[in-house]
T-cell receptor, first 113, second 113 residues
Framework: ETGVTQTPRHLVMGMTNKKSLKCEQHLGHNAMYWYKQSAKKPLELMFVYNFKEQTENNSVPSRFSPECPNSSHLFLHLHTLQPEDSALYLC????????????FGPGTRLLVL | AQKVTQAQTEISVVEKEDVTLDCVYETRDTTYYLFWYKQPPSGELVFLIRRNSFDEQNEISGRYSWNFQKSTSSFNFTITASQVVDSAVYFCALSERNNDMRFGAGTRLTVKP
């Protein structure tokens, strides 16, 4: 595998379910990001991890819980989501944080029923 | 605060036409970085270019060219002899030295055969 991978690519879940999104980067980077992309809205930065430490939480509701066990893996744990949380969730990584090029995964398209 | 404006929401051209996508940015920092990304229908953001604020040289890569002008705070992207495969949403982004990347709203380009 090369670049940034995300699983699953598609996810349908009910509002009471718990699920997790996984991101893995094979680029040797030190920073990882979660973004949310809703229809007709700009990309929204959700979380930033730099050297496994969370450095940014953009006022994201607590029903989204990130986890970064090491510099190569990033998870987004989801529980009791709302239909408005349906979106494309993109993971990205960069060598360091601010100013660096971010490389994106293919995204997980989430539908909350 | 950093801000990126892509005033063109949608552009439609016929194959082989040239097209320019506009990007205007705001920043108080003297050191910053500008980016362009392409998002095809598959969803993944593909990195196209990164420029730093001290390098105003225009860049050409095949059919793609970028015009960076600090005097007008613009970083425009031109596709020469457009092709159907260029159809995508294109995002301009800005990253200040100590801040995370801020994306514009994107421009949807449709190239018709």
């Amino acid at each position: 595998e090369t670049g940034v991978t995300q699983t699953p690519r598609h996810l349908v879940m009910g509002m009471t379910n718990k699920k997790s999104l996984k991101c893995e980067q094979h680029l040797g980077h030190n920073a990882m990001y979660w973004y949310k992309q809703s229809a007709k809205k700009p990309l929204e930065l959700m979380f930033v991890y730099n050297f496994k430490e969370q450095t940014e939480n953009n006022s994201v509701p607590s029903r989204f819980s990130p986890e970064c066990p090491n510099s190569s893996h990033l998870f987004l744990h989801l529980h009791t989501l709302q239909p408005e949380d349906s979106a494309l969730y993109l993971c990205a990584s960069s060598q360091f944080s601010a100013g660096e090029t971010q490389y994106f995964g293919p995204g997980t398209r989430l539908l909350v029923l | 605060a950093q801000k990126v404006t892509q005033a063109q929401t949608e552009i439609s051209v016929v194959e082989k036409e040239d097209v320019t996508l506009d990007c205007v940015y705001e920043t108080r920092d003297t050191t910053y970085y500008l980016f362009w990304y392409k998002q095809p229908p598959s969803g993944e953001l593909v990195f196209l270019i990164r420029r730093n604020s001290f390098d105003e040289q225009n860049e050409i890569s095949g059919r793609y060219s970028w015009n960076f002008q600090k005097s007008t705070s613009s970083f425009n992207f031109t596709i020469t002899a457009s092709q159907v495969v260029d159809s995508a949403v294109y995002f301009c982004a800005l990253s200040e030295r100590n801040n995370d990347m801020r994306f514009g709203a994107g421009t949807r380009l449709t190239v018709k055969p």
